[in-house]
C-alpha cells in the first residue's frame, strides 16, 4: 500500500471516530436526541439532556480533536495524489484542508464545551442563554470549517468530471458532499463524518 492510500486509510478511521464523537454530543443515553431547532426551548431540551453524563462531551472534545489530525492527514493525502494533475486544484486542497483542521478543531472543542457547560450547569434557562450566545458567537468556526470541507469535494468533483485525473469520469459521485446531503435529510448523527469515510474508502480503492 503507497503513502497516499496509508494516508485515505487514517482519514477513513478518523471520520469513523469523529462520527462518533458527533453522536456521544448528539444522542442521548435513553434514546433522546439533540434537536438544535428547539434550541430556543429549554423545556425541551432540558428534558433532553436529562441523562447526558459530563463524560460524553468531554470524551467528544479529545477524541474528536485527535479524529480531526487523521482526517486531515487523509486531505493531505489528496492534496498529493491531485498534484500529480493540477497544481492549482493541489493548492487549494492543501489551504482548504488547512481551513477545516485549524477550524474544524475549534469548532469541535466550542461544540463539547457549550454540552458539559450547559448539563453543569444545571440545564437553567441561564445556562442555555449562555450556551447559545457562545455558540452564536464563535460559529465564524463552523463556517470556516465547513467552507474548507465544501471546497475540497467541490474541488474533487470538477477534477474528476473533467478528466483531468487517472479516474473514471463517473467516479465523480465518490465524494462527501452528494452522500452527505442524502444523511443530513435523514437526521442522523456524524452524517459529514460517516460520508468522508465512505469517500476515502472508495478512493483508496480506485486509486
Request: charged share 10%; aromatic share 12%.
Amino acid at each position: 500500500m503507497d503513502q497516499i492510500k496509508v494516508l485515505f486509510l487514517i482519514a477513513v478511521i478518523g471520520h469513523l471516530i469523529c462520527g462518533v464523537c458527533d453522536c456521544l454530543i448528539t444522542y442521548v443515553p435513553g434514546g433522546r436526541k439533540l434537536d438544535v431547532t428547539k434550541m430556543s426551548d429549554n423545556k425541551v431540551l432540558s428534558d433532553t439532556f436529562a441523562n447526558m453524563p459530563l463524560r460524553n462531551p468531554l470524551i467528544s472534545m479529545i477524541a474528536g480533536c485527535f479524529a480531526l489530525f487523521m482526517v486531515g492527514c487523509g486531505y493531505y493525502g489528496l492534496y498529493l495524489w491531485m498534484s500529480a494533475f493540477s497544481k492549482t486544484y493541489a493548492l487549494i486542497i492543501l489551504i482548504a484542508d488547512a481551513l477545516l483542521l485549524s477550524f474544524g478543531v475549534a469548532h469541535h472543542v466550542f461544540c463539547g464545551v457549550g454540552e458539559w457547560f450547559y448539563v453543569r450547569m444545571g440545564r437553567t434557562e441561564d445556562a442555555r442563554q449562555a450556551v447559545v450566545k457562545f455558540m452564536k458567537d464563535t460559529s465564524l468556526s463552523m463556517i470556516f470549517c465547513y467552507i474548507g470541507l465544501i471546497t475540497m469535494g467541490v474541488v474533487l468533483f470538477i477534477a474528476v468530471v473533467s478528466g483531468i485525473t487517472s479516474l473514471p469520469q463517473w467516479a465523480c459521485i465518490i465524494n462527501f458532499i452528494p452522500v452527505a446531503v442524502i444523511l443530513f435529510l435523514t437526521r442522523i448523527g456524524g452524517a459529514s463524518n460517516w460520508s468522508g469515510a465512505l469517500m476515502f474508502l472508495g478512493l483508496m480503492i480506485l486509486i
